[in-house]
């Protein structure tokens, strides 16, 4: 198992997987990052994207849409605690575009400030679910 790091996602309801794998891409607030067998141990906060989980042969294996959450990375392996996750293969495409135009509404329909903040967050939410079906989101 030397070629290989332990992951683990949850989501507050239950653990959505759990495997060693060859690597995981994240999408880290201040960037993607790759995290491989013997990295640095690390915390960061999880912005809303896809989690790229790589098989043997750095082929991608599962591709997980995460809204948010922090990301752990330790000697024992890599955890993301996750706001709410879906597979990419089971998001509706219609939903989620129907998702996003909504969201886009409701910062237009913003009336104040904490309003337009939660709004700005949904909206980022859909954006990055729109982009994980591979469409342009402009």
Do not use: W
């Amino acid at each position: 198992m030397a070629d290989q790091v332990h992951f683990e996602l949850v989501s507050p309801e239950r653990l959505l997987f759990s495997a060693n794998v060859g690597e995981i891409v994240i999408p880290g607030t201040e960037g993607d990052f790759a995290v491989l067998p013997g990295h640095s141990n690390l915390i960061s906060t999880v912005r809303p994207g896809v989690i790229q989980i790589l098989g043997d042969g750095n082929a991608v294996s599962e591709r997980i849409f995460v809204e948010g959450g922090f990301a752990e990375v330790n000697a024992a392996g890599c955890t993301v605690l996750a706001e709410r996750a879906q597979n990419v293969a089971d998001i509706d495409r219609l939903t989620a575009d129907q998702a996003l135009a909504d969201a886009r509404e409701d910062v237009a329909d913003a009336k104040n400030d904490s309003e337009r903040a939660a709004a700005a967050a949904a909206l980022a939410i859909a954006e990055a679910r729109v982009h994980a079906l591979g469409t342009s989101i402009y």
